[in-house]
């Protein structure tokens, strides 16, 4: 009971004085738009290791991940949080695209039912986050009904959302669509590949707790 | 191959569930038709829709393609914003039109926001022009609000 209520002093003062919040914070998007990149640039910046394997075939995160005690610095502020990688969020999944990229047809069905588990999955957790990177890919079109159903939950939900418009390295992406998409959030344009813009992103993520 | 399109006007699943708005909206899309709804389905029924595609997804079954249109969506204007939030408190979600169909059929849907483009199977581009349905929409969206206030 004393050492609870120590626990509990402490806790106390250290947030009150090193302004050092802890929370969770998802990564959210439809697939193949780098959230895992990301995921692996923030941990790689802070923890010096990668978290999850990334591929050129849609779905290669099919289950949730998350890395504990991310603490992330700027000038004075310090912020300490739990980073949740969810399974990229669609309303299909064929598992004959999978084999067109050439994986076997058994290997291609396996695929498709775990990812139709990990889209369930990332959606049931929705509830569970304090705030929300929504990763989008600068080079599609930023309206599409998955990217309006994900900002539309959250905004029902009360968590605040930072959008980010990854891959700007490519010549495509063009991050003015994806502002007049959502023109009542922060748009951050980045590329998690090549590390641009990685700053803005974790100010971007101090305004957002803040 | 052919294209069926179903109409179905809110006061069909005005007074569901959402799991039987959920259930409607699904089974014409298992059965290869493509859904035009009038009006949208709630925030949460929309996740929830994704969701109940997922738990039925097998070999035949791939997914849906979905898209939403409605009025003030594309406005930063607060006024407009505001004008249609109340109109939707007053007549729930019969503005704007949704658009649904089975993924075997419908490879892809372009949107701008006030134009939907479905790409079907065959390659064959199918144009909807909504600009005209959605003004016969609002008509109706109107007329229903108007009834409500003379109650």
Known sequence: ???????????????????????????????????????????????GETMGKVSSIAHET??????????????????????????????????EEFMKKGLGEKDAKKRAKEATKGVIDAIKWLDDMDCVIVVLDATKDPYSQVNITIIGNLEARDIPVLIVANKI????????????AFPQYTVVGISAKKGTNIDKLYEGVFDLVA | ????????????????????????????????????????????????????????INDDFRGIEMAVIYPGEDTEDMLKKLK???????????????????????????KDPKRIQLVTEDDGTTKVHLKEKQKRNNHSANKAKNSKKRR
């Open chain 1, 169 to 180: 390295d490519l010549r495509k992406s063009d991050i003015k669509k994806v502002q007049a």
């Open chain 2, 1 to 56: 191959m052919g294209v069926t399109l179903q109409f179905i006007p809110y006061t069909e699943i005005e007074d569901l569930s959402s799991l039987g708005r959920i259930r409607k909206l699904l089974t014409i899309a298992k059965n290869n038709k493509i859904v035009l709804l009038e009006g949208r389905l709630r925030k949460e029924e929309e996740v929830e829709l994704i969701k109940t595609t997922m738990e039925e």
């Open chain 1, 62 to 95: 099919r289950e949730i991940q998350i890395k504990e005690q991310i603490n992330i610095k700027s000038g004075r502020k310090e912020l300490s949080f739990n980073l949740v990688d969810t399974p990229g969020i669609a309303t299909k999944i064929d598992f």
């Open chain 2, 84 to 110: 249609f939030g109340f109109i939707n408190i007053l007549i729930g979600n019969r503005l704007g039109i949704t658009i649904l169909g089975p993924a075997s059929i419908v490879k892809e849907i372009k």
């Open chain 1, 1 to 47: 009971m004393i050492d609870a209520i120590k626990k509990f002093i402490n806790s106390f003062f250290m947030d009150l004085f090193q302004n050092k919040k802890h929370i969770k914070l998802g990564l959210y998007g439809p697939p193949n738009g780098g959230k895992t990149t990301l995921a692996n640039k923030i941990c790689k910046d802070w923890l």
